[in-house]
Structure formats: C-alpha cells, structure tokens
C-alpha cells in the first residue's frame, strides 16, 4: 500500500499539470471500418454520427471544372480529380458501391445528423484553384447552415490561412503540418495544432504550450492502444482515428486515477 501511494503520489501531479476533459473522438474518413462502409463515404458519415463520434473527418478536391468531390487521394481508381471534369470523376465508384460523393452530397447527408464536419482540404496544383476551392468551400457550407458545425484542416499553409481569413469569425481551423511550433499557429489565428502521432511524442511539450496558448490539440492518425493511451494521458483534445469505437472504449475506461485528476483539474478552472 505504501509502495502504490507513493506511486500515486508521484503520478498525479503529473497528470494534473496536463489534466483536461477526456478527449473527443473524430473518426478519420468517416467510420469506414463499420460495415457497407468505406473511406470519405456518405455512409462513413452517417455510421460516425451512429456511434455518437464527435466529429467526422473528410477529404475534399476540385475538379478542373470546379465541382467539389470527397476523396483522400488525388487520383480515384486512375482518374486524377484535379485533371478531370466532374461528370467523368463522378462515373467511379468507392470500394462499398458508392459514387465518390460530392461535398453538396455530403453536406445534404449531414444536415440531419449530430456529428462535426472537420474538412480537409488537400493541397491543390496551383494556389489560385486552392484559394477557389476554400471560397466554394466556404459558401456551400454556408448554404447548408454548417458553419457552427465545421472545422477545417489542411496541410497547405495558404489553404491554412485563408480559412482563418475568409470563414466566420470563431470558425476553427487547425494546421496538419508539423512545421509551425504553437506560438506560430496562435500568431496566425489558428484554433490549434493537428499534428501526427510520432511527432506528438517527439514534442509532447507542444501540449502544454498549446493549452497555455488557448489552443487545442488534435492527434492522427491513432488507432492502437499504446497511442491511445498516450493521447489521454497527455490531455489530448481531439484524437482522429480508424478505430473510432476502441478509443471511445478506452476513454469511458480510463484509470481512475485519472479521473480523479480530471475532476480536481476542472474545479480549479
Ligand atoms: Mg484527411
């Protein structure tokens, strides 16, 4: 019993100094793993809504004739979105039988549902189709009266700031790349950092400083336990995963030490 609260005694301070609220969970692409499901489908959608999934995470391209379709890469069974015209991305289908949807599609599909839209847009082949791309974002997003319930991403810097400059004021945008440190995000009027799970346990002060900043942290793509662990642990904000039930399992689950300092943390706030 000794041995254990002195255990205890060294433990809790440190998980105090970055206890927060147990982190949300966002399914990467959709929950593709569910059945009938696959990867950016309207399906992956709507099974993250059904398993109670904070938000969903989605990919979006242009068309070269300007149509926004939900896709990772930049090529969908060999025909490049960027280079082609909708009607003929939109002829290929999604490994679950689905037409790649477009972004109208997929906001259509969402309106009814709970779940956050967090919406990367990928790096496109010039700046100009980039910036038009975040501005047709922006609008039909509008359209659909999702702007209190998207968060956008990106890899690309301009892409990054144009968010912060054109979306709503409050609109939160978060940076994937892991080359701006926090104070430069919080400089540039980002929510916060999005950052891969290797680099988070090289720079796990990076927490800390964003907390300290008023920023969130959000971590990918995390699906094993020993990561998962580590993102609650470390007061992680967001984690993006594949296996958005296992992590859901493991967060009601966590130590009840953990808990404990959780709730001292929030009755000093
Ligand atoms: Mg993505």
Redesign the pocket.
């Known amino acids: 019993m000794k041995n254990r609260n002195i255990i205890l005694a060294l433990v809790i301070p440190a998980v105090l100094s970055c206890a927060a609220a147990a982190p949300k969970v966002i399914a990467?692409?959709g929950y593709w793993d569910a059945p009938g499901s696959a990867e950016n489908s309207i399906r992956s959608l709507v099974k993250a809504d059904s398993i109670g999934c904070y938000g969903s995470?989605?990919?979006v391209w242009m068309t070269k004739d300007g149509q926004l379709v939900i896709h990772?890469d930049a090529a969908i069974n060999g025909v490049s979105i960027e280079g082609n015209t909708a009607d003929v991305v939109r002829r290929e289908k999604l490994p679950n039988g689905e037409t790649i949807p477009t972004l109208d599609e997929y906001l259509r599909a969402a309106q009814p549902l709970n779940i956050r839209l967090v919406l990367?847009m990928?790096p496109h082949d010039s700046r100009s189709r980039e910036f038009a791309a975040v501005k047709k974002v922006l609008e039909l997003v509008k359209q659909y009266g999702l702007e209190e319930r998207t968060d956008y991403?990106s890899f690309s810097p301009e892409a990054f700031r144009n968010f912060i400059n054109l979306a709503p004021k409050g609109t939160k945008v978060y940076y994937?790349c892991k080359d701006y440190i926090p104070a430069q995000i919080s400089f540039m009027g980002g929510a916060g950092i999005d950052y891969e799970m290797n680099n988070m346990r090289k720079h796990a002060e990076w927490i800390e400083q964003c907390h300290d900043l008023g920023l969130e942290v959000n971590i990918?793509t995390v699906s094993d336990p020993d990561n998962i662990s580590w993102c609650i642990d470390h007061g992680a904000d967001y984690i993006t995963t594949n296996a958005p039930e296992l992590v859901q399992k493991m967060i009601v689950n966590r130590p009840s030490d953990q808990l404990a300092a959780e709730e001292e943390a929030a009755r000093k706030e």
């Open positions: 990467h692409r995470e989605f990919d990772h990367e990928k991403i994937l990918w």
